[in-house]
DNA sequence: TATATTACTGACCCCTCAGTCATTTATGCA
DNA sequence: TGCATAAATGACTGAGGGGTCAGTAATATA
């Protein structure tokens, strides 16, 4: 909408080639805010500087529209997270943390945090398009992360354990973190830090809550005291 | 004829206690499953066996049906915890325990565990409703936990830190996993077996990824090895 | 400047669905 | 048995919004 010449005497002017881009730009951003169904085409239109007619030049339906917008957004970024992972092969923990917040800064930090949210809420509703983002990008992610917790395991630095569960372990926190930023942090005064919460959970999943041993020393092994064997009585 | 009991002559019977109730539950049911804008009321009131007429003679719109739904699932559960923690005062790491499959139990693995799934997806929409829950059920289970936590960093049973990040971090991978099975969990081949992803979550935060004594010696000290400090260099 | 092309507009169409209400049916009571 | 009343129905309404297309204005070409 901006053209640098000077066109206030133009009603409008044709930019074929910026339209989609811009279609799509308006469109995440309203479908992360209001969600799929409250958002109105109009408005997508609207905000991109056009009318909805040529939204239909270029995207044939609402729901053609959010498709681009998923595909669009997220392809790119798993792209680049596989490349950051085969092009560093320092320790398991340190690629761990650069995965953590390499994707805060690209991903979480960015309006394209809202995707996520978004396909949660709507994949059941679209499962064509929960099942792509599924395969492309929450599945390639999982593998991305787990490959850095085997290598990890199998260099000792870190204990050998269930490492599909542990991958999911380890995600969750950071996609929560994401869904809770565009659902309840608006209601939530002490808003989360997210570099903080990061970093916790980068020493909460290497040390656990186990009390190091300069911290305190209460008569019991750590590793006794710390463990939650199953099924125990409340004492 | 006219036998109470024979209604199969009767087209309808007069149920005016139960049919909020199962309004209620046959809204929860939609909305759960397809979203709040796309759950029609003449489904809900085909599922609860009535006509939409009969819906609106308990609940004025659908936003008030919708609160109500909210209302009545959540607040008892909420209620129920805290006077879980209440009558109990084990160790900190059973009280952790006992809530984490209390509330998987009572929450996660019934029908209201699309609660969270919902108020998520729709807290934008109604602010209003979002505020609720908030105050109502997130914040009072983060204190809930948080008290547990605290209780375990005074007794020396945990390692002292932010109590109030590391309560968000325990509690994420537990909404993670309701949020889970009500979105992604039907593209997923392997589906998640939530038992042993909340024991393995109570492992992981209790003793981390750092290897166990007995497990391997690679010659570092195991505090060193697996702590992630702050922008290292990658190696 | 004249003509052809096409990006773009916006009024319009039509269906869906929240919400209404006149009517019908069940039930308590005399 | 009949009447009064409340519970339930389902056809109806109107607004909102996805999707269309005849027309308009910008640009390319000559």
Redesign the interface.
């Known amino acids: 909408m901006m053209n640098p010449q000077v066109r206030q005497d133009r009603r409008w002017t044709r930019r074929k080639e910026a339209r989609p881009a811009e279609l799509m730009a308006a469109a995440l951003d309203l479908f992360v805010?209001?969600?799929y169904?409250?958002t109105r085409l109009d408005d997508v239109a609207a905000r991109a500087g056009v009318s909805k007619g040529t939204l239909y030049l270029y995207f044939s339906s609402k729901e053609e529209l959010f498709k681009a917008v998923i595909r669009s957004g997220i392809v790119p970024l798993i792209e680049r997270g596989e490349r950051l992972l085969e092009e560093?092969q320092?320790?398991a923990?340190?690629?761990?943390?650069?995965i953590v917040f390499a994707w805060w800064e690209s991903v979480g930090n960015t309006k394209l945090g809202g995707i996520p949210?978004l396909?949660?809420?709507?994949?059941?509703?679209f499962?064509e398009i929960?099942?792509f983002?599924?395969?492309e990008v929450?599945s390639r992610g999982h593998r991305l992360m787990q490959s850095v917790l085997e290598t990890?395991m199998k260099?000792?630095?870190?204990?050998?354990?269930?490492a599909?569960?542990?991958t999911?372990?380890i995600l969750?926190?950071m996609?929560?973190?994401l869904?809770w930023r565009?659902?309840?942090d608006?209601?939530?005064s002490?808003h989360?830090d997210a570099d903080?919460?990061l970093?916790?959970?980068?020493?909460?999943?290497?040390?656990?809550?186990?009390?190091?041993?300069r911290?305190?020393s209460?008569g019991e092994q750590p590793?006794k005291?710390?463990?939650?064997k199953?099924k125990?009585?409340?004492?």
Chains 1, 2 share one sequence.
């Open positions: 805010e209001r969600g169904a409250a560093n320092g320790p923990h340190e690629l761990m943390r650069q949210k396909m949660f809420s709507e994949c059941r509703n499962p929960g099942k983002y599924y395969d929450i990890g260099s000792g630095e870190f204990r050998s354990m269930d599909n569960y542990a999911r372990l969750a926190p996609v929560y973190l869904l565009h659902s309840f608006f209601c939530d002490k989360i903080r919460y970093e916790q959970h980068l020493d909460m999943i290497s040390n656990g809550l186990a009390p190091r041993s911290d305190q209460n590793a005291v710390i463990s939650m199953k125990g009585g409340i004492g």
